[in-house]
């Protein structure tokens, strides 16, 4: 069935480093791909998307690309900020419009 | 943006009563609602989707007997926690799509505590 991987986490990255969260996706079909964010004590929140195979998705400075190749959806950003501490979570949205989600990673970012 | 709500957000009941959580789409119609629920530190796991005008598809592992899902018009879906149990405490977040291939918007989520 369809599943989503993701790097697990905690991440724990000093202000104004790179990040990367990897995750890779096994679906039937052609899935669209999902970033999401949840803030402590928040609902999840879309970071943003991508419909189709080499689309680029990006929002806040986060950007993502789906790799079809790979089945791959890692999520970048060139300069996290201590605002970007929460819990990302990839997710593929299946053919019937059910979303599974990978695990989630944690990340704080240190001043 | 279309908003989706939950009611209640926080809920606290004794071990063995029923309790039940509404999920409405405020401004657009959802013929299809989805139901996650989400341990602490852990993913969102799908448990049904909801069908407006028909039965409610489970995932499997969810007792459907235990998770009652009623999605009585296009613009509400209900899920009832059935003579609920310490371990069905969770956070449960329901979903709706604005389309056919729209946006997926997520409310905000109903914390559950069994005691």
């Known amino acids: 069935g369809d599943s989503v991987t993701q790097m697990e986490g905690p991440v724990t990255l000093s202000e104004e480093a790179f990040l990367t969260i990897n995750c890779t996706y096994t679906?039937?079909?052609?899935?669209?791909l999902f970033w999401y964010v949840q803030y402590p004590g928040e609902g999840l929140q879309l970071l943003l998307k991508?419909?189709?195979?080499?689309d680029k998705g990006s929002n806040k400075g986060f950007e993502a690309t789906y790799r079809k190749e790979t089945t791959s959806f890692h999520l970048e950003k060139g300069s996290v900020q201590v605002s970007d501490s929460a819990v990302y979570f990839c997710?593929?949205?299946?053919?019937?419009?059910?979303?599974?989600f990978g695990t989630g990673t944690s990340l704080t970012v240190i001043p | 943006g279309a908003v989706v709500s939950q009611h209640p957000s926080w809920v606290i009941c004794k071990s063995g009563t029923s309790v039940k959580i509404e999920c409405r789409s405020l401004d657009f119609q959802a013929t299809t609602m989805f139901w996650y629920r989400q341990f602490p530190k852990q993913s969102l796991m799908l448990m049904a989707t909801?069908?407006?005008?028909?039965?409610?598809?489970?995932e499997q592992g969810v007792e459907k007997d235990k998770f009652l899902i009623n999605h009585a018009s296009l613009t509400l879906s209900t899920l009832t926690v059935t003579s609920a149990h310490p371990e069905d405490s969770s956070f449960y977040i329901c979903?709706?799509?604005?389309?056919?291939?729209?946006?997926?918007?997520f409310g905000p989520g109903t914390r559950l505590l069994v005691l």
């Open positions: 909801s069908n407006e005008g028909s039965k409610a598809t489970y």
């Open positions: 679906a039937t079909g052609y899935p669209s």
């Open positions: 991508a419909t189709k195979a080499d």
């Open positions: 997710a593929l949205r299946a053919t019937g419009n059910q979303f599974y």
């Open positions: 979903s709706a799509n604005s389309g056919l291939a729209g946006t997926q918007y």
